[in-house]
């Protein structure tokens, strides 16, 4: 290898071109072991999760599902299955009062309304009102 003598400014440019464009060895070195560190620290954490997943397996194993739990479940599907029935037949029927209401002339009352405050035959459901 031979030497030549180069000017200082050109040697200083030259240099900060490759200072710009290059990283230097030591950090170069810095960078590998920062990346280490963080594979060996993520690392720590995988085996850590993969023991609290087999924990957690480990009880859902053990845990199960009892007749007396099942029981529960089922009343109470039965329980939400009526209640969203019987709230279907709620909103039917306010429908079909507005839909009377809208029918009487400036809310008047019909008069065929009796003391007790039923609705005369006339206003009972039809089959093609429910909206």
Do not use: C
């Not at 240099?15 to 060895?25: H, K, M, T």
């Not at 995988?46 to 479940?73: I, M, S």
């Amino acid at each position: 290898m031979k030497r030549a003598l180069v000017p200082a400014r050109l040697r200083r440019a030259v240099r900060g071109w490759f200072d710009s464009r290059y990283i230097s060895l030591a950090d170069h070195r810095q960078d590998i072991r920062d990346a280490l560190w963080e594979v060996r620290t993520l690392g720590r954490e995988v085996t850590a999760l993969r023991a609290e997943v087999d924990r957690l397996r480990g009880q859902v194993a053990k845990a199960g599902v009892g007749q007396e739990r099942a029981e529960r479940w089922d009343d109470a599907h039965r329980l939400a299955r009526e209640t969203a029935v019987a709230l279907d037949g709620v909103l039917q029927n306010e429908v079909l009062l507005w839909q009377a209401v809208e029918r009487l002339p400036g809310g008047v009352p019909p008069t065929g309304m009796t003391s007790a405050g039923t609705a005369p035959a006339s206003l009972e459901p039809s089959s093609g009102s429910v909206a």
